[in-house]
T-cell receptor, first 112, second 114 residues
């Protein structure tokens, strides 16, 4: 079945460090890919998305590129802030689907 | 803007008790979802409702029932709570077509079963 695998956390970084959170997927067909973020005590919010191969999604300094050849959608940010501390979820949506498939989530902790 | 509202925010139950989690959205969305979030397992879909009057099972439906009361409201019921159902429960809603209509989530219900 369709699945999403994320790197295990927690990831702990100092402020202004470079961030990469790895995400790979298994799916038949051509899924759309998403990153959601969950701040403490809140629900998930859409961070960015990409709907086809080689698309780059970006928002709030975060970026991810849909790589069909490596079935990956890694999240990156050039300089993290303490306020970026949260749980990040990678997710996929199959063509014609109406259900998201989420990865296990990666905790990010940024120290000042 | 209220968005998706879940009640209650916290609840402690004893094994065997019943409970209904409430969810309401004010965005005129067709689709609504119930998830549970457990450490290391991400979000798993319990049930969803693609439109008013329809409900379908997700990945982990056993032990739960749902009711799409109207377009705004989608409730989740635990008939006989078990410790394995201790979790954080999230309700979400979306417009037609998830690619261009991202899911909006409530703030969650933290449920403990003793």
């Amino acid at each position: 079945g369709d699945s999403v695998t994320q790197m295990e956390g927690p990831v702990t970084l100092s402020e202004e460090a470079f961030l990469t959170i790895n995400c790979t997927y298994t799916a038949t067909g051509y899924p759309s890919l998403f990153w959601y973020v969950q701040y403490p005590g809140e629900g998930l919010q859409l961070l960015l998305k990409a709907t086809k191969a080689d698309d780059k999604g970006s928002n709030k300094g975060f970026e991810a590129t849909y790589r069909k050849e490596t079935t990956s959608f890694h999240l990156e940010k050039g300089s993290v802030q303490v306020s970026d501390s949260a749980v990040y979820f990678c997710a996929l949506l199959m063509e014609y689907g109406n259900k998201l498939v989420f990865g296990a989530g990666t905790i990010l902790r940024v120290k000042s | 803007n209220a968005g998706v509202t879940q009640t209650p925010k916290f609840q402690v139950l004893k094994t065997g008790q019943s409970m209904t989690l409430q969810c309401a959205q004010d965005m005129n969305h067709n689709s609504m979802y119930w998830y549970r979030q457990d450490p290391g397992m991400g979000l798993r879909l319990i049930y969803y409702s693609a439109s008013e009057g329809t409900t379908d099972k997700g990945e982990v439906p056993n032990g739960y029932n749902v009711s799409r009361l109207n377009k705004r409201e989608f409730s989740l019921r635990l008939e006989s709570a078990a410790p394995s159902q201790t979790s954080v429960y999230f309700c979400a809603s979306s417009g037609q077509g998830l690619v261009n209509q991202p899911q909006h989530f409530g703030d969650g219900t933290r449920l403990s079963i003793l």
